[in-house]
Structure formats: C-alpha cells, structure tokens
C-alpha cells in the first residue's frame, strides 16, 4: 500500500477482560491476509515502568520480545497470530510515559515551562503511537488502549487518541469493544451498556467509528440497526463477536462479520487483494480433529492462574496441531507435591513440563516431579527455573550432593550448582537486572537438541538472573548430565539433557515465547512427539465429529 501509514485505535468498554489483545490480532491477521504489513502495539494505563516486577497473579505472563523488553502478555498474541516479532516499542505503560517527560524536563527541555498532563504526557504518547509508523516499513499500526473508558488512568490516552484522530482525518479510526449482557430472566441481550460506554467515549471527544459486541448468544433481529441509531455508527460497522471454543476461531469469526472489510473502507482504502487464511484453516483443521490424544502434566506454582503460562499452553497447543494430537494439560501445582503423593499426581502422563519462576516456593514439589520424570524414563521438558530444578535434582540424587541448590534458595548451600551470574551480583534494582531477550547458542551435534533445531547454531529469548555453575561441569558430565547448547560468548550452559533416556531436556531459556501458529517451536513438538509415543490414544473420530457439531 502507497501513502502514509493508518492508525487504527482499539478501546474496551463496559468492563475489562472482553478480549481487546485477541481482536486487535484478529484484524491485525485478516490485514495481513490481504497483503498488508501491520504491527500492533498495546498502551497500558499503570505506572509500573514494565510489567517485569508485576506479580502474575496481578497480571498473568511477563512476554518477552527479542530486544529483552519485558511487556504485557497481549504482545504475545500479536506475535503467535502475526508470526511477526515484537519490540519494546510495542509496549508502552503510563510509567514509561512519565518517566520520559520527566527525564526530558530534568535535562531542561522544556525550557522552564511548566509540564502538564495536556500537551506534554499527552504529545510522549502521541510520538510513542507514530514511533512505529515512522519506520516507514507498516501499513497499520493497530494500538490497543488497555483499561475500560471511564478510568481515571486511561484518561490522558483517550485524549491523546483524540487529537491524534483529529490530526489525522481518514488515516485514523477507533474500534470500541463492548459488551451484550445476556439476562437469563427475560431471555435477551442489552444494548443500554454499550450506549452509556459509547457516550462515555463521546464525552471525551471521540466518536468509535466501529463496534464490536462481545456477546454469548446470537444477536436479535434489528439490534444492529439500534445499536447504530444510538451510538452514531453505521450498521455494517456494528460487528457481532459471540464466544468462540477457541482464540484462533476468532480471525475467522471477524472475516464472516466483515470487520477487515469495514475498517479498510473507513479508511478509504479501495482496492485490496482477496484475504488467503489457507495457512491458518489448515492449522484450525488439525487442531479440531486430531487423530490422537496425549496427556501431559505442567507443574507450576501459579497453575490456579492460568494465564501465568499462556505462552507455554498455546506452544503446546500448536505442537499438538502439528502432530495432529490433542494435547490435555494436567495442571500440577508444585507446592502440594511431595515424594508421597508424586506417583498419584503424575502417574498416567505420558510427558511431564516444569514451569519457569522464581522465588523458593514450590520448588521442592518441582524437583519430585524431575525425580519422577527421570526415573520412570517420562519424556520430560524443563523450562528456565525447570531446567535449573533439573540440575538440582541430579546434583542431589546422582551425584550425592545432598543440600544441592542454587543460592537463590539457599545462599549458604555447600553446592552451588545454580549460582548468580558474576555481573548481576552488585546490582540492586529488580527491574532489568536479568538476562533478557535473545541470546546465542551453540548446539553439539549428535544430541537430542540438535535433532531438534536441525542445525547448530540458534539463538533463544532468556528471562533470568542465575546460571548453571560451570565448576561442576565435568562432575555432571562424568554421571550422564550432559551441556548439549553453550553459549558461544560466556560459555554459559543453555541446554541440559540427559543420557539414557527417551526424551529428558532442559532449557535456561524460554522456547514458549518463539511458537506461532506458523511456526510452532521445534522443542515442543518434539517434546510433544516423545510423549505421543509414551502413551499416546488414537482419537476416535466419530466421538470427535460429535463434539465439534
């Protein structure tokens, strides 16, 4: 597409959690389909500088891009649906904003005027908006305003989306998300929410340009039509989204509606290729019917929350259409296993995956559940904190290190075989002290990991402090714990495996964070393939045709 680039704003309304991330890369993907070049960037309204020290419980995954940005797990959608990298510019929280007009206003930039909310915050997020459609390479920039309109902390977003739709004309539209609540009583969905949301966003100076409504039951004959009279939209902008049985349903579900359609002429583009999704009906064909079932455990200490491993599920999910398998997840909290109870918890999986973290808590019930991976020969994957609990396990049960550990749970082990990395030892601040974004590895040749990547140079994303403590390497070596990935620079073990055993990897960095529906990751659909093989069931496809009617 010849001209300037058009900004397309997402905002949500009536309440959070409608699924703002998964329609932005829903339309970003249909963009895309049609030959265009798109990114999406998501603002988020708190004044954490990153979401690096957030809690998952307060905000689910920490996604990491190439560039090491720590930044919402919405960026991570952008990139299983794009298959297209993100950067720190695709994340910008009010912390940042702020941060960087009162670094500008320290150094004097300002010229001794007095900064306020209106133009200064305001034009640090307009420059952050245009940043990417600078670059000259993107059709669309597609920003997702986090929050709900009518907080206070989206305020200086929702102006700043104004002027920049004023300043803008044709080449900037907003679509506002809202809800249809459904009351069961009367049998019908609502429309008053979605016109007090509209008019809330009215009262700020912007008019949506289109509507989407999240709804779970079909829409009523005609209330289109209303929704439109009341909220000043057209009809055919007025886009049903009913609840889906899966997130990848959803491009689909956008095209059937017409949303790419309507947001293409809104901007007065007029002349646009055929939308190809073969790819991607393709993978949805064989994530639905699979023509087997595997059973695999993932032991975490945040499994209640599921989106604490987002990532890690949808990887696992794609590995699972790649093999033509369903892939059931056991979520296996760390804390309450122990060497009584391992058996009955993982008994029956035919693979077994130990989630990233940090901090001491469950890590005892991580290292039973490698101890069971390992002994009763289950294909095992470790990931990050997985990987060094991997460590840890054989130090104690192998080589008869009895109190091995690493110093982030015990500083005065006897055994250090996870220790801190030399450099991070004199930096106090917790954010951006890590190992972050994508580092080289040199895979040895002959080893499961490098039948697994098919070459021997790689590079992965990392999200950590401490390392595998090379003064133990020839010990781990002798007793059948083998560095297959190095890194090339520091020397640094990347990839652990070990020997004699149908598939056991672990990995320092995060593979989770590299699988699109794509390009799933390498290492887990070959984790996935191992425990396909353990203890895999053919589906059987009568009873899977009548689940999907």
Known sequence: MTGSTKYIFVTGGVTSSLGKGIISASLAKLLQARGFTVTIQKLDPYINVDPGTLNPYEHGECFVTEDGAETDLDLGHYERFLDVPTSKANNVTTGRIYQSVINKERRGEYLGKTVQVIPHITDEIKAQVQALGRKGIYDFVITEVGGTVGDIESLPYVEAMRQLKWQKGKDCITIHLTLLPYLGTTGELKTKPTQHSVKELLSLGVQPDVLVCRTEHPMQKGMKEKIALFCNVDANAVIESRDASTIYDVPLMMQAEGLDQVVLQKLGVATYPEAD????????????????????????????????????????????????????????????????????????????????????????????????????????????????????????????FEDANSTEMNADTKHPVIAMMEEQKAIENKGGTMRLGAYACKITEGTTAHKVYGKKDITERHRHRYEFNNEYLDAYKKAGMQPTGVNPQTKLVEIVEVKDHPWFVGVQFHPEYRSTVAKPHPLFVHFVQAAIKQGGTAVHQEAEAAQQA
């Not at 009906?281 to 455990?297: A, T």
């Not at 990532?311 to 056991?330: C, F, R, W, Y």
């Not at 029956?348 to 019930?365: C, K, Y």
């Not at 002994?375 to 994957?381: A, G, H, M, Q, V």
């Open 277 to 400: 999704l073969t790819a991607w009906q393709d993978f949805l064909r064989r994530y639905k019917h699979p023509k087997s079932e595997v059973h695999i455990g993932l032991v975490g200490k945040y499994v209640e929350l599921k989106d604490a491993y987002k990532s890690i599920k949808e990887a696992l999910e794609h590995a699972g259409a790649e093999n033509e398998s369903k892939v059931h997840i056991k979520w296996v909290h760390s804390e309450k296993l122990t060497a009584k109870n391992v058996a009955k918890h993982l008994g029956g999986l035919s693979g077994i995956l130990v989630a990233p973290g940090f901090g001491h808590r469950g890590i005892e019930g991580k290292i039973e559940a490698i101890k069971y991976a390992r002994e009763n020969k289950i294909p095992f994957l470790g990931i990050c904190l997985g990987m060094q609990c991997a460590v840890i396990e054989f130090g104690r049960n192998v080589l008869g």
